[in-house]
């Protein structure tokens, strides 16, 4: 019978779509620092070309590195989505279709567990020599994950850019979070430390990079480094890292392989018709495209542009009038970087997802009206931060997510005319302080929990045609415009 990591074996190797094997290192010692590791990849921010981190290939067409390059604390850059990053192999640039973080990764907690990222590339790379991944861990059962001991540190020194190649021992996390600061937590289950040998003080605290370790001949990725920590203490210096152990999210990984390796991507060219509308935007507008499978994506954009514009002016893209029930991968912001609204109409959508917007970090404006969407996941917009405003106007639903709008603090009118919710949560506008309009004509609300009385920017709420309340409240009477809303809620929507 096959086993499990027999099993995975033989998957992997029909990941990397090649002969070439994973983990082989043709051109001297990994502990050389001038022989080149043909699995290690460069993340670069796309705005200043800057390296932000680095990372490892562990198929052709996946790399892992650390989450908190790409979802830091709030005081850093977020740079998790597609738009803002892009990758270089062996010097040659390479574009990104998707980024998963762990589910269970939290920028705001010191205890680095799920400190993990996989990026899928658009297309994927052809092993050689000079680059092919690495090789992933085995599957292991039970709670307890195997470290191999004797492993080598392998990354960049961030600070002076020279590469680090070091063997060092592991410690027990007990152990070896004594030497770190107390501020931070306990270690998690699902990391392990490594001790650098003291004599070697080149290492600062901003080490980027990998822990490896040997095994018939190929080299395996057990961690990927967290964090660094260098204290002197009297005449020694003591160096730790923390590394997420790979191992642990073994299965985690392999979803993800597998998803994008089994789905046959059609690439499509984005014809627009390039105008400047009524509102002074310059756009791309789309008619009669056509969209029948969830394995469409963008892989470019033609028109002819008015006046001398280009795709760096384009703020607008509008589908209408198309037969569109998927929507396709759409990595807006590469085409056009400052897009700020997205519109299909009319175009028969039926599903949405969080990757249907993911490339489209400056977007304001979101309107799916007139279409045949019944559901949305609680996540879809989680990666708009800048939305300002979502039209949903004549589809099919039947509730809104709780949570749909709570990341977007800049928030303003939501319009959801001609649907049948029923219900509205109480923290369904909870973090939206700026909100102005609320839209609900013609649905069949019978409850309404939210408390309008703290939003001092609202102008209008539209609650005609419900079950519970009909009544359209403008601002005519202004500061008491909330008070009176919330009044006649409490009184018929409880």
């Known amino acids: 019978m096959v086993g499990k990591a027999e099993i995975f074996l033989i998957f992997a190797a029909i990941a990397l779509g090649s002969t070439q094997e994973c983990g082989k290192l043709t051109n001297g010692n990994i502990e050389d620092t001038n022989a080149l590791l043909p699995w290690t990849v460069e993340v670069k921010e796309r705005s200043t070309n800057e390296v932000i981190c680095r990372g490892v290939l562990v198929s052709n067409q996946h790399a892992l590195i650390a989450a908190h390059c790409l979802w830091p604390k709030p005081y850093f850059k977020s740079l998790k989505v597609i738009s803002n990053i892009f990758l270089t192999i062996n010097g040659q640039s390479v574009e990104l279709m998707d980024i998963k973080i762990h589910s269970d990764w939290k920028f705001n907690k010191d205890h680095f567990d799920a400190d993990i990222a996989v990026l899928s590339l658009f297309n994927p790379i052809t092993p050689s020599d000079k680059v092919h991944p690495i090789c992933l861990p085995p599957l292991t059962s039970g709670s307890n994950v195997l470290v191999v001991p004797g492993g080598v540190a392998a990354g960049v020194s961030s600070l002076q850019t020279s590469n680090v190649r070091e063997r060092v021992a592991v410690e027990k996390n007990s152990e070896c979070f004594q030497n770190f600061p107390k501020t931070i937590q306990g270690p998690s289950t699902r990391t392990f430390c490594a001790n650098w040998p003291g004599e070697d003080i080149h290492l600062p605290n901003s080490f980027t990079g990998g822990y490896y370790y040997n095994k018939d001949n190929s080299w395996y990725i057990q961690g990927i480094e967290s964090e660094s920590f260098v204290q002197k203490n009297q005449c020694e210096f003591k160096k730790h890292s923390v590394f997420t152990n790979v191992a642990s999210y073994i299965d985690w990984i392999q979803t993800i392989v597998k998803r994008d390796t089994e789905t046959q991507w059609k690439d499509v060219e984005l014809k627009c018709t390039f105008i400047k509308n009524l509102e002074g935007l310059y756009g791309c507008e789309v008619e009669h495209f056509v969209v029948n499978s969830p394995s469409v994506r963008i892989a470019s954009v033609s028109g002819q542009h008015q006046d001398r514009n280009s795709n760096a002016e384009v703020e607008y893209v509008w589908i209408k009038n198309s037969q569109v029930p998927y929507l396709p991968r759409f990595d807006a912001g590469i085409f056009f970087p400052k897009l700020k609204k997205y519109l299909v109409t009319d175009s028969g959508v039926k599903f949405v997802e969080r990757n249907d917007f993911s490339g489209m970090p400056n977007l304001e404006t979101l309107d799916l009206s007139n279409n045949d969407i019944e559901e949305i996941p609680d996540d879809t917009l989680f990666d708009l931060n800048e939305l300002v405003d979502l039209f949903l106007d004549n589809n ?74 009909s009544t359209n409240f403008n601002d005519w009477r202004r500061l008491k415009t909330a008070a009176i809303i919330t009044k006649e809620i409490q009184e018929t929507c409880h």
């Open 396 to 469: 099919k639903f039947k509730a809104v997510p709780p949570k749909l709008l709570s990341h977007a603090s800049s928030f303003q009118r939501f319009k959801a005319n001609n649907n049948s919710i029923e219900i509205i949560d109480t923290d369904f506008f909870k973090n939206n302080s700026n909100l102005k309009i609320v839209s609900l004509d013609n649905n069949r609300l019978h409850k309404i929990d939210v408390d309008f009385r703290p939003f001092r920017n609202l102008k209008k709420v539209d609650l005609l045609n419900n079950a519970c309340v």
